[in-house]
């Protein structure tokens, strides 16, 4: 820690002295002699918010040292329980005990967070009903300043109305994010979003989220705002309906789309796509893992949505000596690379899994051609989609022998950057 914090007060000398030059003495004045220590520690007191702020930033991943840190000087106090409580981590089982904490007449963090996380353990812990420090009035002004909350692994379905209570009195929320967490009686929690006067963002990602087309229209946000991440794998029609449904249409950022979904899905998510698509920076793609079940039901999305796409993901599972599945994969893969015609893609990254028969092996895959998998990657029509503009190209191949792996990536890191 000593030399981190050298180094971070290092980067501010130039400051400090430029700050001591101008507390220097005037000529033929007297004064007591003050050892270069007492000094250091008086430039120190008075250094700005700001540049202690700069100091501390250098420790941001390192709690240990912002705790010590602060126990040095009083100096380093506001600033470094900003960077140490900005983010506050509760389960359920701690909810009661830490408001009671922050209540406490003492206490005097709560200012200092900006970002609250509510998680719980895979959905098995129950809520507190006993939550009597949320109506506290000298707590609730002091959490004024939380600006984003984030559910995590819980059934938000258990929430009690008390607790909904207590979050619809912190009026500084600006973003919500959903992680993991199931919610089948969304009432309480779409009009919680629909009362925040400062609300912004909303991000979605591997939950499952029931809401009906009725419970869709029946309330709207205060003002508009943004998707900065969006999982559409498991939302129920209704949710994009609701989406679709504010005015303006929430623009999404990055877009996750799992192309093994629930048939039902079909008609809503191709609406979606065809709306909010121009508005996508990075699209995320799961191949389906079932290509005959896939190519049974309707085509979902046309990709030429996506006119505006920054970075492409995908990831899917291959088999390799099942033919039919190999062309339906093909197939699809083709019609993904060859349907984005978005002249802004910076990077793209594949990540495939390969699966291979004992069959294959014996009839003998040319393990030491490399043009074996490369055929592979040249039915996708890859090389026709890496544009100018490509940055970045990134390839993973799982289920090979490592020094197949290693050649091929190698191989196709160099060709896509040529």
């Known amino acids: ?161 008390s607790f909904w209570r207590f979050l619809h009195s912190l009026k500084g929320v600006r973003d919500l994010e959903l992680y993991q967490i199931s919610l089948s009686s969304p009432a309480p929690f779409f009009q919680y979003v629909c009362n925040l006067p400062a609300f912004e963002a909303l991000s979605i990602s591997k939950s499952s989220v029931e809401l009906t087309v009725y419970d869709s229209e029946v309330s709207h946000p205060k003002k508009s705002f943004s998707l900065p991440f969006l999982d559409v794998g498991r939302l129920s029609p209704g949710v994009l309906q609701w989406i679709l449904a504010q005015q303006p249409v929430p623009p999404v950022h990055t877009l996750r789309i799992n192309l093994g979904y629930v048939p039902q899905n079909v008609i809503a998510l191709r609406e979606f796509v065809g709306i909010t698509g121009p508005s996508v920076n990075a699209l995320h793609i799961t191949l389906p893992s079932d290509m005959q079940l896939y190519s049974q039901i309707p085509r979902p999305i046309d990709f030429r949505s996506f006119s505006r796409v920054r970075t492409l993901r995908l990831e899917g599972y291959l088999r390799l000596g099942e033919q039919s599945e190999s062309l339906q994969f093909k197939e699809l893969l083709q019609t993904i690379f060859t349907e984005i015609s978005s002249p802004e893609v910076e990077e793209v990254s594949l990540i495939l899994s390969f699966g291979i028969d004992d069959a294959v092996i014996l009839a003998g895959l040319a393990w030491d051609d490399n043009t074996t998998l490369l055929d592979i990657f040249s039915w996708a029509a890859l090389p026709n989609f890496l544009g100018t503009n490509l940055r970045k190209f990134y390839l993973k191949l799982r289920g090979l022998p490592s020094f197949l792996r290693a050649r091929v990536e190698d191989m196709w890191s160099n060709i896509a950057l040529e």
């Open 1 to 161: 820690m000593y030399v981190r914090v050298k180094t971070a007060i290092f980067k501010c000398s130039a400051f400090i002295r430029s700050s001591w030059s101008v507390t220097k003495p005037k000529a033929g004045t007297i004064h007591k002699a003050t050892s270069s220590t007492n000094r250091s520690l008086v430039m120190i007191h008075d250094l700005p918010p700001e540049i202690i702020d700069g100091i501390l930033r250098h420790f941001w991943d390192d709690r240990a040292s912002l705790t010590s840190v602060s126990l040095v000087s009083s100096t380093f106090v506001a600033a470094a329980r900003r960077q140490l409580f900005s983010e506050v981590v509760l389960e359920y089982s701690s909810i009661c005990s830490f408001l009671e904490l922050l209540n406490a007449p003492y206490c005097t963090v709560a200012p200092a967070i900006t970002h609250i996380v509510i998680r719980g353990k895979r959905h098995k812990e129950t809520f507190p009903k006993d939550l009597a420090p949320l109506d506290s009035a000298s707590l609730i002004s002091q959490l004024q300043g939380i600006q984003s909350i984030t559910f995590q692994d819980i059934a938000l379905d258990n929430i009690p109305p």
